[in-house]
Structures are given as C-alpha cells and as structure tokens.
C-alpha cells in the first residue's frame, strides 16, 4: 500500500517535505496493522485506536497555526490557506478511511466471532428493558440537559468530550420556542456497557454509552418532541504556553494552565453523519469553526474510547502472544551492578530486554549504605511509578537526592507536578531546569564511596524511566561507570541546577549547546572526506527529521558521495532518492508492533567508526529549545551490538519496513521472491525473551 500525503511547497526550502503531511503519512503506516489480516483481531482495533488518539494529539498541537492562518486569510508563509486546505483534504481522507475499515472489516469480522456492539434497532424486547433500567439507573441521574436561550447560553464544552445537540420542536415550559439543547456526557461513564450473559443468547454482546443515551433522549425533554440530534465532541488547541519570564513560579502557572487547557481554542468538530445540516451549521457557529474543520463520521465520535473492547471481551486468541522479556544478559542478577560496571559496560535494549535490569540498578543504589548520592532526570514517569518510589526510599534513607523534574512534559505536566511536590515534601531537592527549555535529556547518577574515594555510576537511556511505556517502546539504556563520561554527567546536573556555565565537554554533546553544531559537524565532515575519494557511511536511526539545517547537511554530503541510510519512524521531511539531489540517501520507516523509540547515530570514515546513542530526534526544537544528550559507545563489541540490532537488523527489514520513493510517498517492502521475510522486531523478541504459549 502507498502513502502519498506529501506536499513540497510548505517549508522554506521547496524542495522539501510538509512536516505535517508527513505526519498523517506515518498514521497511515500505523493504519495498516490494523488492515492487516495476519493481525490478531483486537489487535488490529488497537492499532485503529492508536491512530485516532495520534490524530487527536496531532490536532491538539499541530492545527490551530493552520487554521489561524485561514481565518485571517493568509496567503503566504509555512502557515496559509493553502496549507490549510492541503492538511484538511489529507485528514479527511484519513478519517474517511478509518470508518470505512471500522465498519466495512473489524466490526463484521468481530460479529462472526459473536462479539457485537448492538444499536438500538437490533436489540429485541428484553434486551430494551435492560438498557432502559441501565439507563434510569446509572446514566440519567447524571444528564442536565441546557435548554439554549439568553439566560442559558451555549455552556463550555470541554476537550474531545462527548456529547449531544438536540433540536426540538414544541414550546418550553414557558410557552418560549427556544428550539437547541445541549446534553453533556459525563466522562465517568463507561463508554461501552456488556449485556449480562442471560442476554445474550451465548455472545459478547455491548451497547455504547452514545446509544443509550440516544434511546432515550425523548425521556429527557418531557413535553418536546425530539426533532432532530447528533453526537458531538470538539477537539481544542492544548499546548499549554507559559511565559516563564513572567512568571515567579513555574509549577503554580502550569498547575493554573492545566485548568483551562479543556477550554482552549476550538480545531475540530466532529459529528454523526446524519447531523442535519441546521445542527452542523449552529455549532460551527458556535465554535467559530469554517466547514472544512468539521468531521462527520460513521460511526462513535471517539474511537479511541474502543480500546474498552479489548478488556472487556477478554478474549487473548484475538490478542498477540504476550511476550515475556529476559532480565539483561550482560546482568547477573546475583551480583552487584557496581562491580560489574568496574569491569564492563552494561547495554539493555529493552523492551526484548527487561527494564527490570534499570529499576535493579537504582534498587541496589537505594540499598546500598556506600551510595551517598542519586541524581536523576523525570520527563515521564507515569502516574504509579515504581523508580519513583524508590527514590522516595533513597531519601528516607539519608541519601542525597536531587531530582530534575521536567514540569512542561506535554499532556504528562499534572504527573510530574505531584511527584515534583512529593518529593520536596521528604526533602529530596527538586528542580525543573532551565528556563525557556525543556528537560529531555534522560540519566540517573549514583554516588558510591569505594575506599577513600568516591565513584560515579551512569544510567543514559534514549526513552523514559517509564515502566509501562518501556514494555512498548523500543530504548537502549546504558549503564557505564566511565570516568569521563560520569564527570560530565555530574557536570550536566550542575548546570541544570545553578545554570552556571557548562566546561568543556569531551564525551557528551549537550542541547542546546554542542549537539546541533556537532552532528552537522560530523556530517560535513564526512562529506568533505568523501568528496576526497574516501569510504563513508551515515545510518542514523530516530523518530522524527524534520530540522532543515541538519536536512540541508545530510543532503549536500549525499551529493558529495557519502552514502546515507535513515531510518524515521515517523515525520520526515527530507526526500530520499529523487535523481540529481538525493540519489545516495534513502529513507525508511519501520512500524511494528512495539513503538520504534532508540536514537542511534552511526559515522563510519574508512575503516574508522563511532556510534552516538541520543534522547535527541533531530527536530529543531530537541536542537535549540530543549537540554539533550547525545553520548559515545566506546566499547567496539556493545558498538557491534547496537549496530547489528538497531540498523542493520532494520535496513534488512521485510515485514515492517516502508520505504520513501523519489516522489515522497511510502511503499511497503514486499517480501524477495523465493526469500523468507525478515521482521527486525520478531527477531530481536524472539533472542532475548519467549512468547508464552497460550
């Protein structure tokens, strides 16, 4: 299958990708696991949730520029009408896609396996009366239905919650013809309700919350006649935006931002495809919205709510085989980390290995009366965090703690604010960076008097001390006790506690500072040495390529002959292979299962290689707005290892892989002829860990 929302005109450099169609290209990618018939079925309806919540994400942040710059007419810039109109026919298209499998193949295929969402004309008699006493009982008591007049306005609505426009005909109690009411959803409902079994006839059998509500609306306007109704749910613009020069304290003004973040600027208007075009046209008003931003969809507003289903069927056949990971093979459970580390470094490539290996190492820290001191960064950490807890314990045991929380993590900020006010409560020390810049570098450092001396001990990661994400996303952790690599650490804390200036930094290449002006560095380099005849190579794994000095770079050492491989999982707005300009660079994507995370930067000049590993994507907001690390992997076998298993392994990729043709659209790799096809992920789960048997 092909993915074509590519568009070159939107960037400063025409020749150039649009960033955000590329996004949408990658949701298309994420859509195919769940077109995918070799996909377990529940499977397949998760990846179809997942797309939605991205595109709930994607206009959250990525919107509002684009249809400001409609609303007031613009007509040039990265950000205009055109652009506009290019990113609203692209979504469109999307979401008409993702009904059309919603209905056309997951639900028939669900209803052949007994598994059915029933409307309200297809349940039978006794199935009416449970719904009906459901609905008496649980949801009613909590509907208020706002008849609309001067006294009662149009009542805000919150972000991406449901709810109902009703039109009705007849007079109020007052003999008034107001003829719109509005009818909010609570969001403590369950979205899906399971029939009892006696109901069922042997099936799993559901109703959704939107058709309870929407059998009995009639009972909720005594003496109205419901005319006409739909569902609803807008999508508003959340980036929280604080001006931290103005602010005395950070953490109060995003705590004060949280609260209006539901009641941002209005992007998106979604409805039931048999919304009247009276009703549509009232609540475009309503939200100052143009036509294009509205959405009528066949079928729940909100699919991302489905993921209920998957839980609530319980059906694993229809899940994939749970995949167990091994505790770290460079780690011995029986022996202390701390002596490890003094002979070797540790790499933990999770999650085929466990994060166990990570929570192990900060667990002996906690333990270990010798550590004196843990520092550690917190972007997302999740709401029940065990790493958090133990740090909780360090400080009840006298250690040292000083944590850098990053309070702006996006839609993570109301977490980190409670673990932030947690800790300081036990006398950890807490700070929340730099200001004006997000906290995105991940490490942890320990301590540990030995003898007379103290030694440092690392923990890099290119993801995040987040236990239930590191079951899903693919990371490399890094535990070293290097000395050079540990000073600086201890440096970077430093700095981001006093903000005094950084020294010298040998190892590491810190955002804002050193890393931008390195990798470029690095490439122009390369593409000087190849220009003079020599061997080059560049294979450079991230999520996201998007930043245009660092595209600019790659591309003029492509032409000077360096060969380039990229391996994007999602926006990438360099185009690969496009004859007379980027013949040596090719691009792929790699969707799989598990979320593609780890940050791997290879360079090769001659017989000459080094590998950096990053929290970084090369973005320009990791580049110039955020505090990153990229690090070196000095010892050549776990150099090996990272290059076998995060590049080489995918470059050879024939289940996953897609990849860019000169015309800036997606092909998925179809298998050689003759050849059994290779998945990168598959392999790696099935070297490190066992998939249990059902």
Not at 223 to 237: L, N
Not at 558 to 583: E, F, H, N, S, W
């Amino acid at each position: 299958m092909w993915t074509s929302f590519q568009d070159r005109a939107s960037l400063a450099d025409p020749r150039l990708l649009d960033r955000d169609l590329s996004l949408l290209a990658f949701n298309e990618r994420v859509l195919d696991w769940a077109v995918r018939e070799d996909v377990p079925l529940l499977e397949r309806l998760r990846f179809l949730c997942i797309v939605s919540s991205n595109l709930d994400e994607f206009f959250e942040v990525r919107a509002e520029p684009h249809l400001s710059a409609a609303q007031a007419k613009d007509s040039k810039g990265q950000y205009s009408v055109a652009s506009f109109e290019r990113l609203a026919l692209a979504l469109h298209k999307l979401v008409e896609r993702q009904y059309t499998l919603y209905n056309e193949q997951l639900m028939p295929a669900f209803e052949a396996l007994g598994i059915h969402i029933l409307s309200h004309g297809e349940r039978n008699a006794a199935q009416r009366a449970w719904v009906q006493q459901y609905f008496e009982k649980e949801v009613r008591p909590l509907l208020i239905p706002v008849g609309l007049d001067p006294s009662h306005p149009f009542p805000q609505v919150a972000n991406k919650s449901l709810n109902f426009i009703v039109r009705l005909k007849g007079k109020d109690a007052f003999g008034r013809e107001n003829d719109i009411a509005i009818v909010k959803v609570p969001r403590v409902l369950p979205r899906l309700i399971r029939l009892p079994d006696k109901l069922a006839g042997g099936k799993a059998l559901f109703v959704s919350l939107s058709s309870v509500i929407r059998a009995h609306l009639a009972e909720l306007f005594s003496g109205r006649e419901v005319w006409q109704f739909s569902q609803f749910r807008v999508t508003r613009h959340s980036d929280l935006a604080v001006d931290e020069d103005d602010v005395q304290n950070l953490r109060m003004a995003l705590r004060q931002g949280l609260e209006h973040r539901h009641y941002g600027q209005a992007v998106r208007l979604e409805v039931s495809a048999g919304c009247s075009e009276y009703l549509s046209e009232f609540l475009l008003k309503q939200f100052g919205l143009p036509a294009r931003s509205l959405y009528r969809v066949h079928g729940p507003v909100n699919l991302v709510r489905l993921t209920q289903l998957i839980d609530l069927v319980n059906r694993p056949d229809l899940c994939f085989v749970p995949y167990v990971p091994n505790f770290p093979v460079q780690m011995h459970p029986g022996r202390s980390v701390f002596e490890q580390l003094q002979e070797r470094d540790i790499l933990i490539h999770q999650p085929y290995e466990s994060f166990d290996g990570v929570l192990s190492f900060l667990r002996q820290a906690v333990h270990d009366p010798k550590v004196l001191a843990i520092k550690q960064t917190i972007y997302r950490t999740g709401a029940d965090s065990e790493l958090m807890e133990l740090l909780r314990e360090a400080v009840r045991r006298g250690k040292e703690v000083t944590v850098v929380v990053e309070l702006k993590a996006r839609f993570d900020e109301e977490a980190n604010i409670n673990w932030a006010e947690m800790l300081e409560s036990i006398g950890a020390q807490v700070v929340y960076g730099v200001v004006g810049l997000k906290t995105h570098a991940k490490m942890m450092l320990i301590t540990r008097r030995e003898g007379k001396s103290l030694k440092r001990y690392g923990h890099l990661s290119t993801g995040n001390y987040n236990p239930r994400t590191a079951k899903l996303y693919t990371d490399i952790s890094h535990l070293t006790a290097d000395a050079g690599i540990t000073a600086e650490m201890d440096q970077v804390f430093v700095h981001l506690a006093s903000q005094s200036k950084l020294p010298r930094m040998r190892h590491l290449w810190m955002a804002p500072f050193h890393l931008h002006r390195n990798l470029i560095a690095k490439i122009d380099a390369l593409g000087r040495a190849a220009e003079a005849g020599k061997d080059t190579r560049i294979v450079a794994k991230m999520n996201s390529l998007t930043d245009e000095a660092l595209v600019r770079s790659l591309i003029a050492a492509g032409q000077q002959g360096v060969k380039i491989d990229l391996i994007v999982r999602g926006a990438c707005v360099l185009p690969a292979q496009v004859p007379g300009y980027t013949d040596n660079i090719r691009v792929r994507s790699v969707i799989g299962r598990l979320l593609e995370h780890s940050r791997v930067f290879y360079f090769r000049l001659e017989e000459t290689d080094e590998l950096y590993l990053s929290s970084a994507d090369w973005m320009n907001r990791n580049m110039v707005r955020r505090v990153e690390l990229a690090w070196p992997v000095t010892d050549a076998g776990l150099r090996q290892r990272l290059v076998d298993e995060c590049l080489v392994a995918y470059l050879h990729d024939g289940i996953d892989a897609w990849d860019m043709g000169a015309d800036g659209a997606y092909a998925h790799v179809a298998p050689k002829e003759h050849q059994v096809a290779h998945g990168a992920q598959r392999a790696l789960m099935e070297r490190y860990g066992r998939f249990e048997k059902r």
